[in-house]
């Protein structure tokens, strides 16, 4: 009421009725509500511009700071995003991202005497690493082979002694043979098998526990054993192909052979890189 009085005092009215008086200071005081609230809003509104302002500054001091072209703001941001540990480098601009696709060219049932150097040599040329499921009982016959695959970086797995197909009466005999070709591969390069291609694919999970050993199957099966057709076999794996795909091919044929030459030839120039099947499989 005293504010109401200076009011009375300040602003002089006609003096003719009390109701007019009383509307008029009512319509002053919503006036001064009404200013009060629009500069609250405008002391708001500024400082938040400000605010902004503020942080847009730091951060073009830290562009300059940090040499960061104004291009590479998201990462920037993603990299803020990260565990606080990681620190955010620049990347070149022109920098693009190798295509990296895997893939796995193997052999089985060899090593084959008339076939095999032919396939090391081609290998050896285009610099190419296999894999190779070899039998005990061939290991056996062609232990330098076995030493020079091993000493050509190729990896060197496990084809059961006499290419046995386990079934339901010869568990233990399948194991026996799996473990003598181990040994036989062993007496050669010094290293045991940890890979295994089961004849026909045929396995038992419980063999992984009893034999420490990783079974190995495949994705591209040419049946190249059965057409001994270059073009046919290399046409199924190239149209097959694809990132960590495993390719299963015999090192006893010369048809397969020349097949895994125009193989390898066309699929490193489609962008894939031949791997054993160890990176494959855990890499
Ligand atoms: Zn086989």
């Known amino acids: 009421m005293q504010e109401s009085g200076k009011l009375l ?3 002089p009215r006609p003096a003719y009725t009390i109701v007019s008086n009383f509307v008029w200071l009512v319509t002053m005081k919503k006036i001064r509500n009404y ?8 002391l708001l509104l500024l400082s938040g511009m400000w605010a902004e302002r503020e942080a847009q500054k730091a951060f073009s001091s830290y562009m300059e ?3 960061v072209p104004a291009m590479q703001t998201d990462h920037i941001h993603k990299a803020e995003e990260n ?3 990681s620190e955010y480098v620049p990347e070149d601009t022109n920098y693009v991202e190798p295509e990296e696709k895997k893939i796995a060219i193997t052999f089985d049932d060899g090593p084959n005497a008339a076939c095999t150097p032919t396939l090391l040599q081609g290998l050896k040329d285009r610099n190419v690493k296999a894999t190779f499921f070899v039998t005990g009982k061939n290991v056996e016959k062609n232990p330098q082979i076995v030493q020079q695959m ?32 181990s040994m036989a591969v062993q007496e050669i390069t010094g290293e045991g098998t940890l890979y295994v291609r089961p004849p026909y694919g045929s396995w038992d999970k419980e ?8 079974p190995v199957l495949w ?3 040419p049946k190249d054993w059965c057409s001994k057709d270059v073009g046919k076999i290399v046409e199924t794996v190239c149209e097959g192909a694809e990132e960590n795909a495993i390719i299963l091919l015999h090192d006893q044929y010369e ?6 030459f125009e193989i390898i030839d066309r699929l490193t120039k489609e962008g894939y890189e031949f791997v054993t099947v160890d990176k494959i499989l855990f890499d």
Request: proline share 0%.
């Open 35 to 42: 200013i009060i609230l629009f500069d609250v809003l405008l």
């Open 255 to 260: 048809t397969s052979v020349e097949a895994a």
């Open 83 to 85: 565990t606080e540990e």
């Open 207 to 214: 063999f992984e526990k009893e034999l420490n050993m990783f």
């Open 150 to 181: 091993y000493g050509e970086g190729h990896l060197i797995g496990n084809h059961t002694y006499s290419h046995i197909q386990l079934n339901e009466d010869n568990r233990e005999t399948f194991k026996e043979e799996i473990e003598k070709t």
């Open 65 to 67: 700071q940090e040499n």
């Open 9 to 11: 005092i300040f602003f």
């Open 219 to 221: 994705d591209i099966d």
